[in-house]
């Protein structure tokens, strides 16, 4: 069983710094963006989608606890879009499992988790984008219901 704790500042600031470098990483293999200026490019990207820090408004960040053994297990960074009060929706910014606990059904614990949180913000819909290379995110997201909606393809010429 899993639990989100919200995320302490210090936790935070070193999740920020490496959000940004894991970003620029998965940009530049994606062939999105070259190597020089990847991380600049990331640096800026999540600067501008959390300008307060943990406490930019609508997102929410957490820590994600194995309750058995009390064991920090990953993190959770999720915002909640409202269109209207009746037509809430989450959106999916990042989701990480440390290295050491993947392939033992925490993702799948964590996605569950964050459907009842969903619930519990009234939310109806639940989106995210996942990097095309990412297989073990696609294959997850799909055994959990989810449905590719846009799919964006390019070719190097």
């Known amino acids: ?15 920020f710094k490496e959000a940004i470098r894991k970003y620029a990483e998965e940009k530049v293999k994606a062939g999105n963006w070259s190597k020089e200026n990847a991380f600049e490019l990331a640096k800026q990207t999540i600067k501008k989608l959390l300008p307060e820090g943990i406490n930019t408004k609508t997102h929410h960040l957490y820590s994600i606890y194995d309750k058995e053994s009390d064991k920090k297990i990953g993190i959770i960074w999720f915002k909640i879009n409202e269109n209207s009060s009746s037509n809430q929706q989450m959106f999916l910014y990042d989701i990480l499992i440390n290295e050491k606990y993947r392939g033992k059904g925490f993702g799948t614990q964590t996605i569950k988790k964050l459907e009842e949180k969903a619930k519990e913000l009234k939310c109806n819909k639940i989106s995210l984008h ?10 997850l997201y799909k055994k959990m219901g989810y449905k590719i909606t846009n799919l964006m393809m390019s070719k190097e010429i």
Not at 1 to 15: D, L
Not at 130 to 139: D, E, L, M, W, Y
């Open 1 to 15: 069983m899993i639990e989100f704790i919200r995320m302490s500042k210090g936790k935070f600031n070193t999740y």
């Open 130 to 139: 996942v990097f095309a290379h990412n297989n073990p995110a696609i294959s």
